[in-house]
């Protein structure tokens, strides 16, 4: 399968809807310092489950959500869709194209959304087991963690690939 | 479990040995199993040799050298267990030109069976994407995205 | 020690602020003393505010605002307390080409009062070095020096 | 007063007597990746009186002695020498030009120097107090540590100032 589309609205600086589509090949995030490319990064991994807020860089549930600039309003929900073409079947599930949905309300509400319909965090993490979470966004300034590890912690790495 | 997770500790230690000679252009690494003192599960030991270098401990790599190390670790996994995509956040901010040019190399191949999206600075790893986007910061704090097709003059 | 304290304090945190919005080309930030709950000696809290961002936690900095944020809390330290030298190792890694002229602007007036070693690997920083070292491995893992002075034909 | 010269001679991979005269002004040290650069840093800070593995990148004593590499036998000992300008009497030694220095052996026995003449580690410590290390060598990777400390960890940059 492939990832072919992300779309991020209200998710930390991406206060507009705004849309990735992402050719085969090497797709490269460029800008300034600040200017909002490792939230892409976030968004990415928050999508898919991710509840840890140092990985998100986040204190409060909230913090992912448009928090306002100079006058532009803070945002009321945070919102990231993921598109997968499954064609060959390959994530445990039966479409040939799989969206996962992550939606949180300033009211700290969060919904999951497989296709359109109403899952729970549980059915999320059994769809991206086989993802291995640990070695499909490597966050920046992280790349060597593995390295930092004890022997034993790095056995997880290969668990997951298992 | 235990059957399965040596099995794939074994084809991901041959692969990290081969993709760590390519990317440090030689030189030799290995992945060791090794047992815990407490009697848990066996844990994974990595052994680094730079070219020209003795066998010497993880903590004498260079800030660089570590880099490359974890992205021939990263690279052995995903041939081992693909994934549909991979995202990498600036992990080749502190690999010389020489080394960025071994990584980009490698990227391209990982890029034949995974999407992959890369967050960089370097002109180097900018020259071989296939597509790109622009991130900018707007006065309002609003970040935009612009896409720039890889129309070849973009290199320059 | 405790008046000491209070006076270096206030000092440094003048040269903050201003370090920081010469760094970022706008913005403001401060050093606040915060009473230690456990009723210690006060602890230091640091508030940064990009240009065109609201006032925000440490946590929600980029890796490049963050790099410039502690550049500006070394600049303001090493103004109130100048040293015979420093010695910088690749803090200007995570920066882009403008955050790059505006640091490499602000080492330059550092270098009137202080020594100021640099290893770096970026090109903008380079170019405004007065004397230049390059350093190489040799095959048996020997490391040899090579004084390169600024005849000005390096920056091309 | 100013850092004049800088000498390392067995310490890592500086099998040889390596000078370093500075300018005044800006120096910049460039290099490919795993060429000796840190190990730079590594040693002024380590004739300075550092005594912390971690900081130094290493795990035992010997680790900042020559191990030896293709063909190249080990080292016996490893030494750093710094030389101060100190016209101006900013060092508190009376001394126009001090020179300090670090020898390690083999055999774990460690000497320090002052102007050539025997001192403890102490005597290093009370000239350097004024130098502050914490903001005079700033490590690779380092450059933020100021900002991941929490605010009454931070108060020692300023003690160290004051
Ligand atoms: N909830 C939020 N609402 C608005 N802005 C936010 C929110 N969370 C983070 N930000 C902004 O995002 C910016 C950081 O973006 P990011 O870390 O993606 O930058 P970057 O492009 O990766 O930069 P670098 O090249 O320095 O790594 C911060 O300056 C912060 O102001
Ligand atoms: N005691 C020692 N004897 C011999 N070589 C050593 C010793 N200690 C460290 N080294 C070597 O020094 C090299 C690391 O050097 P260093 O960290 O200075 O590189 P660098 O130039 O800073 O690279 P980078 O640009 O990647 O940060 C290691 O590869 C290691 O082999
Ligand atoms: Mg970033
Ligand atoms: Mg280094």
Redesign the pocket.
Same mark, same amino acid.
């Given at each position: 399968p492939r990832l072919t589309k992300l779309e991020l609205h209200g998710f930390k600086s991406f206060a507009n809807r705004t849309t990735f589509l992402f050719e085969p090949g090497i797709t490269a995030i460029i800008g300034p310092n600040g200017s909002g490319k490792s939230n892409i990064s976030d968004g990415v991994r928050w999508v898919l489950g991710e509840q840890s807020h140092s990985l998100l860089r986040s204190k409060k549930t909230e913090d992912v959500i448009f928090a306002g600039g100079n006058g532009k309003a803070p945002g009321g929900f945070a919102e990231v869709t993921v598109t997968f073409d499954n064609s060959t079947g390959w994530l445990p599930i039966e479409f040939s194209e799989v969206t996962v949905t992550r939606r949180s309300l300033r009211s700290g509400e969060n919904q999951f959304l497989i296709n359109g319909r109403k899952v729970r965090l549980k059915d999320i993490h059994h769809l991206t087991a086989s993802l291995g979470q640990s070695y499909t966004v490597v966050g920046q300034g992280l790349v060597d963690a593995a390295l930092s590890q004890r022997a034993e912690e790095r056995r997880g790495l290969f668990e997951h690939a298992a | 479990m235990q059957r399965r997770f040596e099995e794939t500790f074994t084809r991901v230690a041959r692969e990290f040995s081969t993709a760590f000679t390519t990317l440090f252009g030689g030189g030799t690494a290995k992945l060791i199993l090794i047992d815990n003192e407490n009697g848990g599960p066996a844990g994974v030991d990595i052994v680094a040799q730079?070219p020209g270098? %003795?066998l010497?401990s993880l903590a /004498? /790599?260079? *800030? *660089?050298? %570590? !880099?490359l190390t974890a992205a021939a670790l990263l690279f052995a996994i995903l041939k081992v267990n693909p994934s549909p995509f991979v995202l990498l956040d600036e992990v080749d901010a !502190?690999l010389?030109e020489a080394n960025v040019v071994r990584f980009r190399e490698r990227l391209q191949q990982l890029a034949n069976d995974t999407q992959a999206i890369i967050i960089t600075h370097n002109r180097g790893t900018i020259e071989v994407a296939d597509s790109l986007y622009g991130v900018s910061m707007r006065e309002d704090g609003v970040s935009t995205v612009l896409s720039m097709r890889m129309a070849g003059s973009l290199a320059g």
């Open positions: - | 730079p270098k %003795r010497q /004498l /790599l260079s *800030g *660089g050298e %570590r !880099a !502190a010389d």
